[in-house]
């Protein structure tokens, strides 16, 4: 029998404990995977290369503040400057729906492609967008849930003003990192509302990657000391700027993490000085055979190894299998989380604790061999 | 009954390295189970705790937040003058106009920003809330760019300390008091005067208002008067309905809670199983010769299914014990129904600590369900053979 065979067969002698020990790492290895990810997608939005080039302008109070259209031309002057474009949140409830499960932004319709190049839409569909004025387009995604087609009409009733707007469907788009949103004229907008003069927020396309801080600077410094001060910064800013918003839950998630890894290690540690100590007398055998210390440990470590490994492969497997592979995670949260990518980064994390797991839970063990006496070993029952 | 049940309690004291490393296990997925329900029920404590009954609050229909409202001002003039409303010692109704604005501060350790709501609220409107007070410095004075700041917020944002200041929309804006909300949506916000508020953040129209009735019964026929009209496109509620529907943070605080205690549970009910099966594995033996001395199979499954519970009790005070030190513990996030940092509480009801504790107990026998059965079926001739 070689020493590999010698170890498997070891390992796998009491067959339900091998089992129930592998069971246990891959539960909770696939939970701490499953953390990992909320916290990557809470902390790290998705990004798309298209997004290196568009700027987000806000309102410097905060984002729940319009600002005046009247910016858009002075803006639009910056050298750099390819496209500019308002985007003013809606806030509509799709027909009885309590709540909003999607969201709903008023733009200009010809500068779509060059805000969002990555924006897929046939020709056909966006001349039909951008000759009907009271017409929309709707994310994949979203119309996919509530199985909607072009030609179909939306009804919305907004939160934020108090109007209600019909949208006939004109387009079906995908591509973006997020096609959930319905985007529809802004100019419909305005009319429904009278004509405030007042937007959301804008984007702006940039030419080069070169350009992008000079129109940053830019623009913030033209409307200082203004009446509407703005805040503009690169889109990935923009979206980081709402994770910090989350506050403690992410300390708190981070903490579940350890609690989690912790308990993982008491458990399997104390299965595997249990399996050890089962086979006091064998090993006892073994070292009267004149096997060396460091060879006992070795069969130690390997089995212990041997069966944190096999768990990590069922569990981190296991979760890259189902979240990296089916949309589970969107229909389980409601679209929070749309991703839910299980990164090489996350699963070579995962192992490593894995590996932890298999070194520590042989430590205790391992000593416990190094300090008895064959002839003590021989003599203990159990 | 009572041999095999002391025999067994007993037997989780010998084998103490597996037991208390079970113990453990249980106990941390108790706590960290008791901890998130903990949080749920702390955010949903202050949304409910929040309001004066016989407040009405005024907003336009269709709006979910206070802050996307808007009232005219001859709205608000029509509405100040309506009879159901209660009148202060000077005649004058006690009704407060306000405003309100979601600002972009930064946090104390420079992590980033976070919206904070401010409030622009009328004299009365200090008054109509007898569940705010001021616990240092003093309240703004009308007319002066001055701000009182919840003190739990001033914990967690730049610049709150009384004296110092900080700007917003062009303007700077001075703390001149603390105040203390009793855990309620209050401790959430930032309160200033509702015109000052209106200039800095050019609002030409108010958020919301807020009126006192003058009993139970004026205020179905107030918020009936507000609602029937039809020039009047608002919508009145009690000011503790308003704030109790404010449950959308909480609902997937506790689906997280839920999942996370379940993922990990199945990990523990592996563990107790190993336990169980290790702890009978060694005793067949002694389980051999407790059938030979006349107990039937089904009490020496009883009590190794109780051996598993006792152990998973244990866990669960353990946990129990580890998640009450966090009581009452201050935490904030972003709440989804005003888009602002929302401030509460964990809190642990005795409620949540028994729920924790039948968790643990669920999770003891469900472990112990197979490992019990195996001891029961086992034969006795071989069993006393064995080894």
Redo the contacts between chains.
């Keep these: 029998m070689t020493i590999g065979g010698f170890i498997l067969h070891n390992a796998l002698r009491n067959k339900r404990r091998a089992i129930l020990s592998v069971l246990s790492v891959a539960a909770s290895l696939f939970l701490l995977v499953m953390l990992l990810v909320t916290l990557r997608e809470l902390t790290v939005p998705p990004e798309e290369v298209e997004s290196a080039l568009r700027i987000a302008v806000r309102n410097k109070i905060s984002i729940a503040n319009f600002l005046p259209a009247r910016q858009r031309p002075i803006i639009e002057r910056i050298p750099g400057v390819v496209a500019v474009t308002p985007f003013t949140w809606f806030g509509g409830k799709y027909k009885n729906e309590e709540s909003l499960s999607f969201a709903q932004f008023a733009m200009d319709v010809s500068t779509l492609r060059q805000t969002w190049a990555e924006l897929n839409l046939s020709d056909e569909e966006y001349k039909a967008f951008l000759s009907d004025m009271r017409s929309c387009i709707v994310g994949r995604i979203t119309a996919e849930k509530y199985n909607i087609k072009v030609g179909d009409k939306m009804l919305l009733t907004s939160t934020v003003f108090p109007i209600d707007i019909e949208l006939k469907v004109a387009g079906i788009y995908s591509g973006t990192i997020d096609d959930r949103n319905v985007l529809f004229h802004h100019k419909y907008l305005d009319e429904m509302l009278g004509n405030p003069g007042t937007v959301g927020m804008w984007w702006v396309k940039v030419r080069s990657v070169q350009d992008m801080p000079r129109v940053i600077e830019t623009i913030n410094k033209t409307f200082a000391n203004t009446s509407a001060e703005v805040k503009a910064e690169t889109e990935r800013a923009f979206q980081l700027s709402f994770v910090s918003m989350w506050g403690d839950i992410k300390v708190l998630i981070h903490s579940i993490c350890s609690v989690v890894i912790f308990t993982l290690i008491l458990v399997s540690a104390s299965t595997m000085s249990m399996a050890i100590r089962e086979r006091f007398r064998e090993l006892a055998v073994l070292k009267a055979l004149g096997f060396k210390q460091r060879e006992l440990f070795a069969l130690i470590f390997a089995e212990s190894l041997g069966l944190a490994m096999a768990g990590a492969v069922l569990g981190v497997g296991g979760a890259w299998l189902v979240f990296s592979h089916t949309e589970i995670m969107k229909y389980a949260t409601h679209g929070i989380f749309i991703t839910f990518e299980v990164t090489p980064r996350i699963v070579a994390r995962s192992f490593l604790v894995a590996i932890m797991l298999g070194v520590f839970s042989a430590i205790a063990p391992a000593i416990a061999v190094a300090k008895m006496s064959v002839v003590e070993g021989i003599k203990s029952i159990d | 009954m009572g041999l095999p049940l002391k025999y067994n309690v007993r037997n989780l004291f010998i084998r103490w390295?597996?037991t208390?490393?079970?113990i453990?296990?249980i106990a941390?997925?108790v706590?960290?189970y008791v901890l998130l329900q903990a949080?749920a029920i702390g955010l949903e404590k202050s949304s409910r705790n929040t309001g004066y009954p016989l407040n009405v609050v005024i907003v336009?229909?269709?709006?979910?937040?206070e802050?996307?409202s808007?009232i005219t001002r001859e709205q608000f003039r029509f509405i100040k003058y309506l009879p159901q409303i209660a009148r202060d010692k000077n005649g004058n109704p006690l009704v407060s106009s306000e405003v309100v604005?979601?600002?972009?501060l930064p946090?104390k350790n420079g992590?980033?920003?976070?919206?904070v709501l401010v409030r622009g609220v009328s004299p009365a409107g200090i008054s109509l809330r007898p569940q705010v007070n001021l616990v240092a410095g003093r309240w703004f004075v009308p007319g002066h760019r001055e701000v009182v700041v919840s003190q739990k917020l001033a914990s967690?944002f730049a610049n709150f300390d009384i004296g110092s200041s900080f700007k917003?929309?062009?303007a700077t804006l001075k703390v001149v008091g603390w105040m203390d909300g009793q855990y309620s949506a209050f401790d959430s916000e930032v309160w200033m005067d509702v015109d000052e508020a209106r200039a800095i953040?050019?609002r030409e129209n108010y958020s919301s208002v807020i009126a006192r009735m003058l009993d139970e019964q004026s205020i179905g026929a107030f918020t009936n008067r507000i609602e029937s009209d039809k020039r009047l496109?608002l919508r009145a509620i009690r000011e503790t309905e308003y704030y109790a529907s404010q449950t959308?943070t909480a609902v997937?605080i506790k689906i997280l809670g839920n999942f996370?205690a379940t993922?990990?549970s199945?990990?523990?009910i592996?563990?107790a199983?190993?336990?169980m099966?290790?702890s009978v594995g060694?005793r067949v033996r002694e389980i051999g010769t407790l059938r030979v001395l006349g107990w039937r199979r089904r009490t020496i499954m009883l009590a190794f299914v109780i051996e598993g519970a006792f152990l998973a009790f244990i866990g669960g005070i353990f946990g129990c014990l580890l998640a009450l030190p966090l009581h009452g513990y201050s935490?904030?996030?972003?709440s989804f129904d005003t888009?602002s940092?929302v401030v509460f509480q964990f809190r642990l009801t005795p409620g949540l600590l028994v729920r924790g504790m039948i968790f643990a107990i669920i999770v003891g026998i469900l472990g112990s369900l197979l490992p019990a059965m195996r001891a029961a079926r086992l034969p006795v001739i071989s069993a006393l053979k064995s080894?």
């Design positions: 390295r597996a208390a490393a079970t453990a296990g941390l997925v706590a960290v949080l336009r229909k269709g709006s979910t937040a802050s996307s808007q604005v979601l600002i972009n946090r992590d980033g920003e976070a919206h967690r917003t929309a062009g953040f050019d496109p959308k997937p996370l993922a990990m199945i990990g523990a592996f563990a199983m190993n336990t099966y290790a060694a935490t904030g996030t972003v888009f940092e080894v």
